[in-house]
C-alpha cells in the first residue's frame, strides 16, 4: 500500500509539472500578446547595421489629397488613352505590337497549367480556407453570418493564371489584365498576412541569414473576396524623393510607385513579363487589422502621436516604430501584384544572375574587374546553347531603364524549359534616381554585344517622336486610380536611356557587325524589318 501511494503522488507530481509547464511556455505568452497587443518589440542588432533611420513615422505616409499633385502633366497635345490623338493607341496599333506571337501555341505543353488539374486545386484551397475560418470563428466565440467563399470560373485571376503561355504572363489582345487590375483595386479583403519569406525569418535576428538587412522593406499577401491573391507593398517614399546618393543598393527603399510602373513599362516594351500590377488605397484598419488571423501581424499595430493608425514588420526587417507604415489616418497607399500560380501547380525555377552584385560594402564581383566575363558565361550551360542569354539583355534593359541593381536572381517556368521567358519580379527598387544612370546595369549588353532583333525594333520605335517612351508612360500611368505614379524628370530619364541603350547597340554594331550583334530567333523572322516597321536607325 505505501508504494502504490507513492505511484500517486509520484503521477501526481508528474502531471503537476507538465501543466505548469503547458501553462508557462503556451498559454501564459499568449494571454501577455492579448493584453499588451501594443507592446514594442525589444532591439534587434540588425538594426544597427540597417540604413538610416526613415522620416517620422507620422509622416510615413502622405494625405491622400497631397499625394494627387499631378507631377506628371501631359505635355502639349499628349491626352488620355483612347483619346482623340492618344500616342499608346497608335502604339499598340503599330505593326510590331501585330506580329504573332512567336510559334503558334499548338497544345497542352505550350500552356502553363492543365485547366481541369488547376480547377479541380483551387477548388480544394477554397474548401480548405472555408473550414479554417469557420473553426478559426468558433475558436473566437464569434458568430459569422458570412457565406462560403464560392470558386468561380470566370473570376479574373483564375482566368490570368489559365492563360499563361510560353510566350508570356498574358496576351497582346487578353481583355483579362484588365479586369483583374480592377478587381484588385475595388474587392474588399478577406484576409492579410505575411509573405512567406518573412515568416521564415520572424523573429530571427540573425543578421548573417537575411541578403539585405535593409529595416525598411515591408509587403503582405492580401486575399481579395474572390479569393485571388495580391502582394501588397506600402508607400515608403514621396513621389519627389530620390534615392540619397550615399545609399547603397541593398539598403534603397522599396517604392510602391515603382511596381505600378514597372508593369506598364513591361507591357509598353512587349516584354509582358511582370505581374499585373495597380495601386490602390488600403485602409490598413478594415482591410489589414480587421481580417488578418496572425497575432504577431495584429500585435505591430499602434496608433502614432498623431493619431494615424500605423504598423511594422519584426525582425529581421524592421525592428523599431521609426520603420513603420502610417495611413493618413486609416488609408494607404500601395502596390498590389496579381499573384502567380502556386508552386505546387506550376513550379519554377529561381536562378542567380550571372551580373549578380557583391552586396557588401566594398567588394567586387567578376563582371565589374573583368570586361571579358561575357566570353566565361557564353561558355556555360544554358547560356551556351539556348536564348537564355538573350532573356538576361532583355532583362538588364528593362533594369537600366527603370534603374533597378537589385536583380539578384531571376525566376522562370520550369515547364518551358531552357528558353522559357524570364519573370520579372519585384521592381520595388526601380526609378529611385532619375539623375543618374547606372551604366553598369547594361553590362550584359555591352559585355555581350548581343540583343534580339525583336527588342531592338521596339526600343528603336520608341525613341522616335510619334511614340515618344516617355510620353506613352505619362498617358499609361494615367489609368492608375493613384496617378501620377511618376514625377516628370523620372518619365525624361526613360527618353535619355533609351538612347545611351541605342547607342550601346550602335557601338556594338560597329565593332562586331550587325550579323554579330542583332540576333533572329526563329520565332521572330515574321517580324517586320527597320524599313517595314518605318523606324529610324
Not at 11 to 36: E, I, K, M
Not at 37 to 45: I, V
Not at 296 to 310: D, K
Request: one cysteine or more; a positive charge; charged letters at 25%.
Amino acid at each position: 500500500m505505501p508504494g502504490l501511494r507513492r505511484d500517486r503522488l509520484l503521477t501526481l507530481l508528474l502531471l503537476g509539472a507538465l501543466l505548469s509547464a503547458d501553462l508557462y511556455f503556451h498559454l501564459w505568452p499568449q494571454v501577455r500578446r492579448r493584453l499588451r497587443p501594443r507592446e514594442h518589440p525589444r532591439g534587434c542588432p540588425c538594426a544597427r547595421r540597417a540604413s538610416p533611420p526613415a522620416p517620422d513615422a507620422a509622416a510615413a505616409s502622405p494625405a491622400p489629397r497631397a499625394a494627387a499633385r499631378n507631377f506628371s502633366r501631359a505635355g502639349p497635345g499628349t491626352e488620355r488613352r483612347g483619346g482623340r490623338g492618344s500616342k499608346l493607341q497608335a502604339l499598340f496599333a503599330h505593326p510590331l505590337y501585330r506580329v504573332p506571337e512567336g510559334p503558334p501555341l499548338l497544345g497542352p505543353e505550350d500552356s502553363l497549367l492543365a485547366s481541369q488539374e488547376a480547377l479541380r486545386y483551387y477548388r480544394r484551397k477554397v474548401a480548405r480556407w472555408n473550414r479554417r475560418h469557420k473553426m478559426y470563428k468558433e475558436q473566437l466565440n464569434l458568430t459569422s453570418l458570412d457565406t462560403p467563399l464560392q470558386l468561380r470560373l470566370e473570376a479574373s485571376w483564375v482566368q490570368f493564371h489559365l492563360g499563361i503561355s510560353r510566350h508570356g504572363l498574358y496576351s497582346r489582345s487578353s481583355p483579362v489584365v484588365s479586369q483583374l487590375l480592377q478587381d484588385m483595386r475595388r474587392f474588399p479583403t478577406i484576409s492579410a498576412d505575411y509573405s512567406q519569406d518573412e515568416k521564415a525569418l520572424l523573429g530571427a535576428c540573425d543578421c548573417t541569414q537575411i541578403v539585405k538587412p535593409s529595416g525598411v522593406h515591408l509587403k503582405l499577401v492580401l486575399r481579395f473576396s474572390d479569393f485571388g491573391k495580391a502582394m501588397f507593398k506600402p508607400m515608403r517614399q514621396q513621389r519627389d524623393e530620390e534615392t540619397p546618393a550615399d545609399f547603397f543598393y541593398f539598403i534603397d527603399f522599396q517604392r510602391h510607385n515603382a511596381e505600378i510602373a514597372a508593369f506598364h513599362l513591361d507591357r509598353i516594351l512587349d516584354f509582358r513579363r511582370v505581374p499585373p500590377t495597380v495601386g490602390r488605397l488600403v485602409n490598413v484598419t478594415k482591410e489589414i487589422l480587421e481580417v488578418t488571423k496572425n497575432e504577431i501581424l495584429q500585435s505591430v499595430f499602434f496608433v502614432s502621436p498623431a493619431s494615424n493608425v500605423c504598423f511594422f514588420a519584426k525582425c529581421p526587417y524592421m525592428c523599431k516604430t521609426e520603420y513603420a507604415v502610417c495611413g493618413n489616418p486609416h488609408l494607404l497607399e500601395g502596390s498590389l501584384s496579381a499573384f502567380l500560380p502556386s508552386l505546387n501547380l506550376a513550379p519554377r525555377l529561381s536562378v542567380p544572375n550571372p551580373w549578380i552584385r557583391s552586396y557588401s560594402l566594398a567588394g567586387k564581383e567578376e563582371w565589374e574587374v573583368n570586361p571579358l566575363y561575357c566570353d566565361t558565361v557564353k561558355q556555360i550551360y544554358p547560356y551556351n546553347s539556348s536564348s537564355r542569354l538573350l532573356n538576361i539583355i532583355d532583362m538588364a534593359i528593362f533594369d537600366f531603364l527603370i534603374g533597378n541593381m537589385d536583380r539578384h536572381h531571376y525566376e522562370m517556368f520550369t515547364k518551358f524549359g531552357d528558353d522559357g521567358f524570364l519573370i520579372h519580379l519585384d521592381n520595388a527598387r526601380g526609378f529611385g534616381r532619375h539623375s543618374q544612370d547606372e551604366l553598369s546595369i547594361l553590362s550584359p549588353l555591352s559585355q555581350c554585344c548581343r540583343i534580339k532583333k525583336k527588342t531592338l525594333l521596339h526600343l528603336q520605335l520608341l525613341a522616335q517622336a510619334d511614340y515618344r517612351l516617355s510620353d506613352v508612360m505619362r498617358e499609361s500611368l494615367l489609368e492608375d486610380q493613384l496617378s501620377p505614379i511618376l514625377t516628370e524628370p523620372h518619365l525624361l530619364a526613360l527618353d535619355r536611356r533609351l538612347q545611351i541603350i541605342l547607342q550601346t547597340v550602335e557601338g556594338c554594331v560597329e565593332a562586331h557587325g550587325e550579323q554579330s550583334v542583332i540576333a533572329t530567333d526563329p520565332a521572330e523572322q515574321s517580324a517586320p524589318d527597320s524599313s517595314q516597321a518605318n523606324l529610324t536607325s
